[in-house]
């Protein structure tokens, strides 16, 4: 028989401040955000005041049929080298510096606390400083425990851009969407990231390598698209000299137009009226893939040579334009606007604040464009992050034992009518992402592709963006973004952002064999699109050696992680970590099978989903006593929602405990008086949205 108890009223729960604020997850207050002189931006645009003002009713826009037919361009820019950390670790609202669910190390310090070659101990610190590359080690397994940033790529790594530094970006991602799980396709440099995005692999590429070579052989999305029938275009400045004459200048394409890498857009041989090289139509010119040639703007960081570096793109959103802006574009910034150490964020963010005011220059074209910011990889700067990691030998993810993919968070920004409003979406993300969206667009459209490229582990793992968009509820119109020259940090309340739901949740219980000696934890998700999975790292916190073992789950396919204490002297320690927070751990001692004289803990966890507006998600815990004395459980919030509950169990009696999320999210701590040793932690996000 169990007896059921309930949390108190939150008006009950006291003045703890994790408990009385909306949203405590990741929170950081920006000191310099509410300071006299500060950009201050509203709820809506245009408004006064900080992010806070309440939302009118909800009525669809004229012109719109609230789904995705609404959208009519997909306009993507790949910036260089930069971790989410480095950008956001301060942002509200995203996993960032203030993450209560990172990982932790087995001496009690954190992932943010690194160490280096010398046992010193590096924490992240503002610098706006433009240092060079950070490249270390790229994704060699023992990179996969997070705590060897500062001994692989130096102290610097560890630093971050203040908020002044990014008020343009932060502006931006206040406005609109920004995900905060969206990693880099590949743990390497940029060529083989940017061959992810145009092409959904690398092909076992693991470095830097020949520029515009026209040399590898499979399909890329460009070449899908031209041949279903769907519009696209290439933006880049051809300045250069010859086959592989790239510039690293203010001009060019830096080398990272990856089309011309691929033999289906060499140039080589054609007669001037060869069909790809049609104005218009012809796949090498919406490529930009001809050989460089010439200087064709000002080589300085002038007001000219942006405009002449982005012309077309300016010309094709005019109205009546020769060549109007296409269903899908991509954009290649010149080396000195494209972000990469050296050039600097400054010159990046007024690079995108100008592709972002030609869009909204023609309205007809803004209010039905999805902007996509992203970056190719991090650089060798910190990210806290643990990015999902397949299993060796899993197919098309690894090269020997080099494991390729994910690598480290990196920068993703979402600007369209149907991302507005403030919003964090953590569905994990890759650059193959963006190809999965434009194949399920495609498919809307009725002019289906598939990318043959995308290895099966990955397209598990990463979502199509549709979680981060809501095509139900645009809110069109033009935006105000700050001059990034002024560098003024921008004032945003801590709650301002909100996260976008998911259909699914992971989870982890477990359990005890006291016959064997053995403790298994059983990994499960529920929900999700057909085929989805979840990628879990174990860690052992203690009487092992610090390692990760990943393991990838499935609805379909749970999965069991086993530690056998008759080598640990019948102890255990272990953590699971997965992404948007996911942490279990599990601590104790196993008790001889047939002993009973004493309380002997045991706890079930279900994460129960909402109901509408009836019933807010909620964790269920069934506290347990096997034992014959009393076993006193202490459950703490040890962040969201939630407080300090003690609870008696009788011997052989249950009680259950219905814990509170926030938004779906959820942190308690569970321990016991009759073993110190023991304890568990259950930490997540419930799905707050239903299945399609």
């Keep these: ?84 950390d480095h950008y956001f670790g301060t942002f509200p609202g995203v996993r960032g510096f203030k993450d209560k669910q990172a990982l932790r190390f087995q001496d009690g310090t954190t992932v943010f606390q690194q160490k280096g070659d010398n046992g010193n101990v590096v924490t992240p610190k503002a610098d706006d400083g433009t240092w060079g590359n ?6 060699d397994v023992n990179h996969r425990k997070w705590d060897l940033w500062v001994q692989h790529n130096g102290a610097s790594c560890m630093n971050y851009h203040s908020d002044a530094y990014m008020n343009f970006y932060h ?72 086959r592989q004459g790239y510039i690293s200048t203010w001009v060019g394409d830096y080398g990272d137009n990856e089309l011309k890498y691929f033999k289906g857009f060499d140039p080589e041989g054609l007669s001037t009226d060869d069909p790809k090289l049609r104005p218009g139509t012809g796949l090498i010119w919406r490529g930009n893939a001809t050989y460089y040639s010439g200087m064709t703007s000002p080589n300085d960081d002038s007001d000219e040579n942006l405009d002449a570096v982005l012309k077309n793109l300016h010309d094709a959103c005019q109205p009546g334009a020769e060549h109007p802006l296409p269903a899908v574009s991509w954009i290649v910034a010149p080396y000195g606007w494209s972000e990469h150490p050296d ?73 369209s009518p149907w991302t507005r409003g403030g919003y964090v979406a953590s569905e994990v993300f890759d650059h193959t992402s963006t190809i999965k969206f434009l194949e399920t667009w495609a498919a809307h459209l009725g002019k289906p592709f598939q990318c043959p490229n995308i290895s099966d582990w990955r397209r598990s793992i990463a979502g199509d963006l549709t979680s981060a968009v809501d095509f139900a509820h645009p809110q069109p119109g033009p935006a105000t973004f700050p001059d990034p020259l002024a560098e003024q940090p921008v004032s945003i309340n801590a709650d301002h952002m909100k996260p976008r739901p998911l259909t699914f949740h992971p989870h982890a219980v477990v359990s005890e064999d006291r016959a064997s000696g053995t403790v298994t934890a059983t990994m499960a998700l529920t929900g999700g699109a057909k085929g989805k999975a979840v990628s879990f790292q174990v860690f052992p916190d203690k009487y092992q050696a610090f390692s990760n073992t990943p393991l990838t ?42 002993r009973t004289d004493g309380g002997l803990p045991r706890v079930e966890v279900d994460l129960l989903k909402g109901s509408g507006t009836k019933r807010e998600a909620q964790v269920k815990l069934t506290l347990h006593n096997d034992g014959t004395k009393p076993v006193r459980y202490t459950l703490t919030a040890n962040d969201y929602l939630g407080r300090t509950q003690n609870v008696t169990v009788d011997g052989g009696k249950t009680k259950v405990v219905m814990w509170p999320t926030q938004q779906g999210y959820y942190d308690v701590v569970i321990t016991v008086d ?19």
């Design 1 to 84: 028989m169990s007896e059921q108890l309930f949390p108190m009223p939150e008006s009950e729960l006291g003045d703890r401040p994790e408990m009385t604020t909306g949203t405590t997850r990741r929170r950081f207050l920006q000191g310099a955000g509410g300071a006299a002189g500060a950009l201050a931006l509203g709820g809506t645009v245009g408004a006064g005041g900080a992010y806070a003002a309440s939302k009118p009713r909800y009525v669809l826009p004229k012109g719109f049929q609230g789904d995705m037919s609404d959208l009519k361009h997909v306009v993507i820019l790949m910036q260089e080298n930069r971790s989410l």
């Design 171 to 242: 502006s931006v991602a206040a406005q609109y969407t920004i995900a905060d799980q969206n990693f880099c396709s590949e743990f390497g440099p940029t060529d083989p990231n940017r061959k992810y995005l145009w092409s959904g692999t690398a092909n076992s590429e693991t470095g830097n390598s020949d520029e515009s070579n026209y040399s590898r052989p499979w399909i890329t999305v460009a070449e899908q698209l031209q041949q279903v029938g769907i519009d696209w275009r290439l933006y880049s400045d051809n300045s250069g000299n010859g």
């Design 343 to 415: 050039a600097d964020t400054l010159h990046g963010e007024r690079y995108v604040k100008k592709t972002l005011d030609i869009l909204q220059s023609n309205p007809d074209i803004w209010n039905h464009t999805l902007f996509i910011l992203n970056y190719d990889e991090n650089d060798g700067k910190f990210d806290h992050v643990l990015p999902p990691w397949p299993e060796p030998g899993t197919a098309g993810e690894y090269v020997d034992d080099y494991p390729l993919g994910f690598g480290p968070r990196v920068p993703m920004l979402l600007v």
């Design 553 to 594: 789950v499935t609805a379909r396919k749970p999965r069991e992680y086993t530690w056998d204490t008759k080598t640990t002297d019948g102890k255990y320690a272990f953590s699971i970590y997965s992404n948007d927070g996911f942490v279990r751990s599990f601590a104790g001692q196993v008790t001889p099978a047939g």
């Design 134 to 139: 950070d490249h270390g080690a790229w994704g």
């Design 674 to 692: 009759t073993d110190t040793a023991w304890t568990q932690r259950y930490a997540g996000r419930i799905a707050t949205a239903d299945q399609d």
